[in-house]
């Protein structure tokens, strides 16, 4: 075998094997590296100003500004290659530390859908029993324009996040998603509360129940599944026990701030320039390169045609004896 037909196997083999690359990065390679970590630490906020909440220490409805603060933790030892194990503790304080409500949940989700997985000692507050399906902290790798369910810790419920639209926040395309919370019952409030708080006449407390609803609106990175802001009108009332609403507890507008924003944006391009290059870029740039190589290999094996020595008149000329030229008649 000729050196230039060995050079261009080579060169068609190479091709080949950058061709055969380009399913495995599309496919296998991104599905393997494009996922949500096991190691994850986090501490995140939503305000609300000029808020309304009782105060059951004073017992009266006070205004002022509230704070959610949410903190996530992952469990490296608990996950796996499939799902993460996380844990989080969201705290509703006012501006002055008086906390208004505490919720805990541990939570096992599949690495890249983000849809809940039952194992691994999940729990919601104090409630073991809790069975949570759904979405917990992100949507999948690609969302799409369409219905999720999502998990609200607060009612223990899992309800749809209703697709709501496309819009820019902060210069990044984001998907809109809508949650409704009907009122749903939440806590048998230990500490009894004055009828005169509640509107009734008379000197006599009564026990109530405290019920939520949540109109959630969340803000997604489509490509790498990050929710990058959202906003929670949350409504929370007294009722006594007849059923009838007597006292709104809670009522905040909670919002992400501008700061955490840009925080959770550049945490869903670092996923989004991952999955272009393992996606798009490399596989575009492996089967362009594999293709050229080929194409070099195949034009370095093709067989040359040998010139022809010498012309047809020169060959005529050496056919005639050199003596009849010398020596002409």
């Not at 608990?78 to 844990?87: E, K, P, S």
Request: hydrophobic share 40%; aromatic share 8%.
């Amino acid at each position: 075998m000729s050196l230039r037909r060995a050079a261009g196997l080579a060169l068609a083999g190479a091709g080949a094997f950058l061709l055969t690359l380009v399913p495995l990065l599309h496919g296998f390679v991104y599905d393997k590296v494009i996922r949500v970590p096991l190691e994850h630490s986090s501490l995140t906020h939503m305000y609300a100003e000029a808020a309304t909440y009782f105060d059951t220490a004073a017992m009266r409805s006070r205004v002022g500004d509230v704070i959610l603060t949410r903190a996530l933790n992952g469990d490296t030892g608990a996950g796996d290659d499939q799902r993460a194990v996380w844990l989080e503790s969201s705290s509703l304080d006012t501006a002055d530390g008086d906390r208004l409500d505490y919720h805990e949940r541990r939570v096992a989700f599949d690495r890249r859908t983000g849809a809940i997985v039952n194992c691994c000692g999940e729990y919601v507050d104090d409630d073991p029993a809790a069975r949570q399906a759904g979405l917990a902290f992100r949507w999948p790798f690609g969302a799409q324009k369409r219905d999720y369910e999502y998990f609200d810790p607060q009612v223990k419920r899992t309800l749809p996040m209703v697709f709501d639209g496309q819009e820019t926040v902060e210069g990044v395309t984001a998907y809109r998603y809508r949650q409704s919370v009907p009122a749903t019952k939440i806590e048998d409030v230990a500490t009894r509360i004055p009828g005169s708080a509640l509107g009734l006449p008379g000197d006599r407390s009564f026990t109530v129940t405290r019920w939520a609803q949540t109109e959630r609106t969340v803000w997604v990175e489509p490509v790498s599944g990050v929710p990058v802001k959202f906003e929670e009108k949350r409504r929370e009332t007294f009722r006594t026990a007849d059923g009838v609403e007597r006292l709104v507890a809670l009522a905040a507008d909670l919002r992400t701030p501008d700061d955490e924003i840009a925080v959770n944006e550049a945490e869903a391009a670092a996923y989004a320039s991952w999955s272009r290059w393992l996606r798009t870029i490399l596989p575009i740039g492996a089967a362009g390169a594999g293709v050229l190589l080929i194409a070099l290999g195949i034009w370095a094996s093709w067989p040359r045609r040998r010139s022809r020595r010498g012309s047809a008149p020169a060959q005529d000329e050496q056919q005639v004896p050199r003596h009849d030229l010398a020596n002409p008649r």
